[in-house]
């Protein structure tokens, strides 16, 4: 299935991604470090949702709270939530 989050507080503005059988594939961001991000999303590319999350989720950028590898797991998990109700 496809999902698209919209990004807080990070240069990237949008995260597109698809989850087939809880594996993440074709991870999109737009706006951001497009190098980095590319990479990010070509690295989780394969892996569990479950194993994106751990290891993504509590990265920060600089002095901000979040980043753009953390909306990335933070999107994961409301998917995850929502899949739960």
């Known amino acids: ?48 949702v479950t194993e994106v999350i751990k290891r993504l989720e509590g990265i920060r950028c600089g002095a901000k709270a979040t980043s753009c590898p953390d909306q990335l797991a933070t999107a994961l998990k409301k998917v995850l939530a929502k899949r739960a109700e």
């Open 1 to 48: 299935m496809k999902y698209r989050y919209k990004t807080v507080n990070t240069c990237s503005q949008q995260i597109d991604f698809e989850i087939d059988n809880d594996i993440l594939k074709n991870v999109q961001f737009y706006g951001g470090c497009h190098g980095n991000l590319q990479g990010i999303g070509k690295l989780v590319e394969g892996m569990p």
